[in-house]
């Protein structure tokens, strides 16, 4: 368990190249320039549409595209499989389960930026995102494909716009407050 870990963080993202991480950047700050200066409407929408795109092709960098093939594929599509491990205890048996909803917060954050009648569309983006990468990962022996994953990465994606939901409304009362004085 704690090699996956190991491979997950360490191994994976020093196998992406220096140049895609200077790619990413580069991308960023002329999107960003052009979109001062082009469209100063709806910015901060589109900053995250950006942002949005960057976090998801990084996504599939590091889950399929730059990760170590397996010399076998496999699948498991018994849902909840993975919360029997937690019955059998272990070091670290929760990291993996925790991991797979942290990666897809940002995601539901960023869509609920984006999107205008997010709640359905963020879960149905989480859902189409995860099973593409775990269909990939399948294909291409770059990892245990499971319906598992696409549970927890979906339930991520809303717990991320949630947090979006409770920030946006935590802003309309601050500026509300401001305001007002």
Do not use: H
């Not at 140049?19 to 469209?39: C, D, M, N, T």
């Amino acid at each position: 368990m704690s090699e996956d870990i190991y491979d997950y963080f360490y191994i994976n993202f020093y196998r992406i190249p220096k140049e895609v991480y200077i790619g990413q950047l580069v991308f960023f700050f002329v999107g960003i320039i052009a979109l001062v200066l082009v469209a100063r409407r709806n910015l901060l929408r589109n900053i995250a549409v950006i942002l949005f795109i960057e976090y998801v092709f990084l996504l599939y960098l590091t889950t399929v595209v730059y990760r170590v093939p397996k010399a076998i594929c496999d699948y498991n599509l018994t849902p909840f499989w993975s919360f029997d491990l937690i019955n059998e205890g272990g070091d670290l048996v929760y990291l993996p389960i925790l991991l797979n909803i942290i990666v897809f917060v940002p995601i539901g954050f960023l869509l609920g930026l984006t999107i205008k009648k997010p709640a359905l569309m963020v879960m149905l983006m989480g859902v189409i995102i995860s099973v593409s990468i775990e269909i990939l990962q399948f294909l291409l022996n770059k990892g245990f494909a499971e319906v598992d994953d696409i549970i927890l990465n979906t339930l991520g994606c809303y717990i991320g716009f949630l947090f979006y939901k409770v920030a946006s409304k935590l802003c309309r009362c601050c500026l509300s407050y401001c305001k007002s004085l």
